[in-house]
């Protein structure tokens, strides 16, 4: 049974609202009043189908967000999504983002690793954590698909889809905005764009972000430093160029370049603070394993800490974009291609205190710098017929040069036992989808796609030879040229769907889709698995979608069950003295939930919209490699036998599944005598209690909360000119978004919980102006 705090909230916020479908609503005319189409929803044409279509009409559970809702849900990168999208979380440690989305999470992070929600910018695949928190700079619209969508986007969308969809040039007018916002934590932000049409035919966009801000961490290790020394802060810039060329109807060519640069402190990789550990069984609250010299009060709360070794992040990002569309008469062809290059370095304070040595320590980071590229051509018909349908075939290739760093005299460098070499991924895929209209009202939806990956490391470690160094005075692995440990994996994904209208302003649907995310490689030593192997997912989804009151109202609703099966788990291992991760598969999980979500427009200047999600999530045969010092778990891990390589998690909820969250967005426009508009506007979030790890343990667990946004926006009769100030998190609610168990290398016979927790309460006033 849920809470009766609970239920009311759901209760009131569906009677207001009936849900939260994300999307804008038709503006006010040119006098500034309202027109009539202002009490009706907005319809949103989306390309979750790659072909385009309203957001009512497709058989996806797929949240919309146009330029308004980006706007008032202050929606400048990923970390805001989770307010309004149903059933999804935002997890994040350091500068990697760890999305979770009805059920399975992201857990391996780095070069190497993959995420479960697929990102997709302008078409093309985000393929790192690391690169997967990039902001958003004039974007068009965001589209958030949930569950599998392997069929039609292939790579890694085991749980879902965010399509990001940047502005392209026009050929009207020259058009653009401006923006500059200035806040707490010394925060500035300038952004803009500008569109200039060069013939009739020929367009070039240009658009540009500079944006900093002092750390949200307090570090007092040195009271002269002021914020220099702070954790959590952010100097990012962006720049992107678009052309845009159509010297026929018949032939559209875009192309994107750009890039992008963040520097700073950062936080760290895991999480920045200990918060607890477990020792023989029992927990106890703090940082168990600091060093010797290390003060009585250098973790002070999660957002003050006192650490004696600054951190560091320096993320850099070019890329070129080339997407063409030919239209062929009776089908489109669509070509889309990718090249960049991204170089990313982060370093932080090992010993997570203000003690231990500052000049010299083991592990301290990453450096990685990666090639990716990425080419997609699809033939689809003109939707003319009773049988629309699509073919296609996609090549994706990454190279990462990947290594841990260690200090040595202050300095960061790839140490000697960290001989890695390249790191290459390829994937390939070919697939097809079609819809068949069996009568006006009844849609039969079919989809297959193989798919093919393969990894390798070049020049690998070769655990089976060792030598010993005398120079080092240890043993070390021989590294054998030439040679590399491949891995490669394949399958073929399917969906079925079923689609019926029951009027013009009802539709129902139910599929069955299934999901593959690759398996890898770890890069370590023996005794953990060289390889693990992929891990599927067999969806089915009930759905209902409608629009009421004349469209006043829309009301989307979906039910879901979702079978993981061969997961992939984290875990942890120690090798020379420092802890590393790696990878390997635990087990099943069942994921079952419904997600509701609505807009409503009651009367004029009024909208509204909320969104509720209710799931159960719990693993099911599941084991990972054990953890000194927690015990025995009630009976999960067996004290008997120190030898047992495995831990049990049967029945614990995986990372970032709460079984209930609830959303809601509320304004009203004052319109004044010279038509301008004042708008107050109340965003809040709901989320009941989840562990921040699949371990669910003491001091994993995030306890229920509310996060609260409010905005007091003013609007120029003409909408060209908006100031807008705000406060974000008003209960300044430190949330856990990351908690890692592990054994830390200085203290192997204990389980230290490391965390990462969102950001505190921030406020600051934003002007605009668009032409």
């Known amino acids: ?199 009739e035919s020929l367009a070039v966009r240009f658009a540009g972000m500079d944006e900093a801000h002092d750390g949200y961490i307090k570090n007092t290790f040195d009271p002269e430093a002021g914020t220099r020394d702070d954790m959590n802060d952010k100097d990012t810039s962006y720049f992107r160029a678009s052309l845009r060329w159509q010297p026929v109807d018949e032939l559209n060519v875009t192309l994107r370049a750009g890039t992008s640069s963040q520097s700073g402190n950062g936080s760290a990789i895991w999480g920045y603070q200990q918060i607890g550990a477990y020792i023989d069984g029992n927990y106890v609250d703090g940082h168990q394993w600091a060093p010797d010299d290390a003060s009585a009060d250098f973790d002070q709360g999660p957002w003050k800490v006192k650490r004696n070794m600054v951190s560091s992040v320096d993320l ?113 895929g070919y697939f097809g989808n079609a819809t068949l209209h069996a009568t006006d009202d009844l849609r039969l939806v079919a989809g297959v796609r193989y ?59 139910g599929q069955v889709s299934t999901g593959y995310r690759a398996g890898g490689i770890n890069f370590i030593m023996e005794g953990v698995p060289l390889t693990y192997d992929p891990e599927t997912v067999k969806a089915w989804e009930l759905g209902y979608k409608s629009s009421w009151m004349d469209n006043a109202l829309v009301l989307n609703v979906a039910t879901y069950l979702n079978q993981y099966r061969n997961m992939q788990a984290q875990s942890f291992e120690v090798i020379n003295d420092s802890v590393t991760e790696f990878t390997e598969n635990g087990g099943e999980l069942d994921s079952k939930g419904l997600e509701v979500e609505a807009t409503w427009i009651p009367a004029e200047n009024w909208r509204i919209s909320a969104s509720a999600a209710i799931m159960d999530a719990e693993f099911g045969k599941y084991e990972v490699s054990k953890i000194a010092g927690l015990g025995s778990l009630g009976g999960r891990q067996d004290l008997n036998d120190p030898d047992a390589p495995a831990l049990s998690l049967n029945g614990y909820s995986p990372a970032l599944a709460p079984e209930m969250t609830l959303g809601m967005q509320m304004s009203y426009d004052f319109v004044l005598n010279d038509g301008s508009r004042i708008r107050p506007y109340l965003q809040t979030y709901y989320s009941s209690d989840y562990y921040a790890y699949d371990i669910n343990v003491e001091g994993a667990k995030q306890d229920a909360y509310t996060k609260t946004d409010l905005r007091l926006i003013w609007q120029s009769a003409d909408a060209a000119t908006e100031v807008q100030a705000f406060v974000l998190n008003v209960e300044n609610e430190a949330v856990l978004n990351r908690v890692v168990v592990f054994n830390p290398s200085a203290r192997g016979d204990i389980a230290s919980l490391q965390a990462n927790w969102g950001n505190p309460r921030t406020w600051g006033v934003n002007a605009s102006y668009s032409f």
Do not use: C
Request: no cysteine; aromatic share 10%; glycine share 12%.
């Open 1 to 199: 049974m849920l809470p009766i705090r609970n239920a009311l909230y759901l209760g009131v916020s569906l009677a207001i609202s009936g849900g939260a479908v994300a999307q804008d609503v038709a503006e006010s005319d040119e006098s500034g009043q309202q027109s009539k189409s202002a009490t009706a929803v907005e319809e949103v044409v989306v390309t979750a189908t790659k072909r385009e279509a309203s957001v009512q009409d497709v058989s996806v559970s797929v949240t919309a967000l146009g330029d308004e809702a980006l706007k008032m849900g202050g929606i400048d990168d990923v970390s805001r999504l989770e307010n309004l999208v149903p059933g999804m979380q935002f997890g994040q440690s350091g500068s990697e983002v760890r999305l979770a989305i009805r059920g399975t999470r992201t857990n391996n992070v780095g070069s190497e690793a993959e995420q479960v929600v697929g990102i997709f910018e302008d078409g093309v695949y985000v393929p790192t954590t690391t690169q997967a928190a990039g902001a958003y700079v004039d974007v068009d619209r965001i589209e958030v698909l949930r569950g599998p969508q392997g069929t039609l986007y292939g790579r890694n969308t085991f749980g879902g889809t965010i399509n990001i969809h940047t502005r392209a040039p026009d050929f009207e007018s020259i058009n653009g905005y401006a923006s500059a916002l200035g806040g707490s934590y010394g925060r500035t932000k300038f952004e803009g764009a500008v569109n200039v049409p060069i013939t």
């Open 451 to 509: 798919a093919e990956d393969s990894k390798q490391q070049r020049d690998p470690l070769d655990w089976e030879n060792w030598a010993f160094n005398e120079a080092l005075d240890e043993w070390t692995p021989l590294v054998l040229e030439g040679q590399g440990v491949p891995g490669d994996w394949d399958d073929i994904l399917w969906k079925g769907a079923v689609e019926l209208d029951l009027n013009d302003d009802m539709m129902v649907y």
């Open 316 to 428: 850099n990002t070019d890329f070129v974009t080339l997407a063409t569309d030919v239209d062929l008469g009776f089908a489109s062809l669509k070509y889309t291609g990718n090249y960049t290059q991204f170089d990313g370095e982060q370093t932080y304070d090992p010993d997570y205190s203000d003690g231990g040595a500052e000049d010299a320590s083991g592990f301290v980071g990453w450096v990685s710098d990666q090639k990716t590229q990425s080419h997609e051509l699809q033939l689809s018909s003109n939707g003319e017929g009773v049988l629309d349908w699509m073919i296609g075939a996609y090549w994706f290739e990454q190279t990462s040069g990947w290594n841990w760093l260690e200090r040595e005299e202050g300095t960061p460098e790839v140490p000697h036992w960290d001989n890695q070499g390249d790191y290459t991924s390829e994937s390939v």
